[in-house]
């Protein structure tokens, strides 16, 4: 695929434009799909000039793009944040689940934004999931050496089986409008329960 190239606003005037850009289409994108989604749409939504848009995005796919690789910062920002100083591969999966649930509840357009990449292209589908399993493939590793947890099983399949667990618990929360800190950490321990005893030793 072409990359799609999007452009960072230069001035506080553009960053306000370029901001209510990225508002608009998240929104949309979220809730028509993008296939529904013309750029019109968004101009309207975010009530820009139609040069406006173009100044930052070459087309809606590049704004697209963009929000993806925003969620995909911001996801991987909050694991991060949430695993700072834990050195238990058990400590680092409980602190991860938890902060991708609680990221997912605080903006569940997340799932849309990132889901709708399906819709969008097939590949930019694959290599969403593709570059989070090579990440935990390699801290994965590190534990199998360290005896932290079983080297008889296959470790590719481990990271698409960790992903699985933490989109769909998080589901679990989502759908339960009514869920607050205390569900998510009774959800995570549940969770923690099945990986103690199938993955680590």
Same mark, same amino acid.
Do not use: C, H
């Given at each position: 695929?072409?990359k799609?190239?999007?452009?960072?606003?230069?001035?506080k005037?553009?960053?306000?434009?370029f901001?209510?850009?990225?508002r608009?289409?998240r929104?949309?994108y979220?809730?028509?799909?993008y296939?529904?989604t013309?750029?019109?749409?968004?101009?309207?939504k975010a009530?820009?000039?139609a040069?406006?848009?173009? $100044?930052?995005?070459?087309?809606k796919?590049?704004?697209?793009m963009?929000?993806l690789?925003? @969620?995909r910062?911001?996801?991987r920002?909050?694991s991060?944040?949430? $695993?700072?100083?834990l050195?238990?591969r058990?400590?680092?999966?409980?602190?991860?689940?938890?902060?991708?649930? !609680?990221?997912?509840?605080k903006d569940p357009?997340?799932y849309?934004i990132?889901?709708e990449s399906?819709?969008?292209? @097939?590949?930019?589908?694959?290599?969403? @999931?593709?570059s989070?399993?090579?990440?935990y493939? @390699?801290h994965?590793?590190?534990a199998?050496q360290s005896?932290e947890?079983?080297d008889d $099983?296959d470790?590719? !399949?481990?990271?698409?089986v960790?992903?699985?667990?933490?989109n769909f618990?998080?589901?679990?929360?989502?759908?339960?409008?009514?869920?607050?800190? $205390?569900?998510?950490d009774y959800?995570?321990?549940?969770?923690?329960?099945?990986?103690?005893?199938?993955?680590?030793?």
């Open positions: 695929m072409k799609q190239t999007y452009r960072l606003p230069k001035t005037v553009g960053e306000r434009s901001k209510k850009i990225i608009a289409g929104l949309l979220a809730k028509d799909g296939q529904s013309s750029i019109n749409n968004i101009i309207a009530k820009v000039a040069g406006t848009f173009y $100044i930052y995005f070459d087309n796919l590049a704004l697209y963009y929000l690789e925003e @969620y910062v911001k996801i920002q909050a991060t944040n949430a $695993i700072e100083g050195t238990s058990y400590d680092i999966e409980k602190a991860g689940l938890k902060a991708f649930i !609680t990221y997912v509840k357009l997340a849309k990132v889901w399906l819709f969008v292209d @097939y590949t930019i589908f694959m290599n969403y @999931y593709k989070f399993a090579e990440s493939l @390699y994965l590793k590190s199998v005896g947890l079983r $099983i470790l590719k !399949t481990v990271s698409y960790l992903m699985g667990i933490s618990v998080g589901l679990q929360v989502i759908f339960n409008q009514e869920s607050d800190d $205390i569900d998510i959800v995570v321990e549940e969770s923690m329960k099945i990986l103690k005893n199938g993955m680590f030793k």
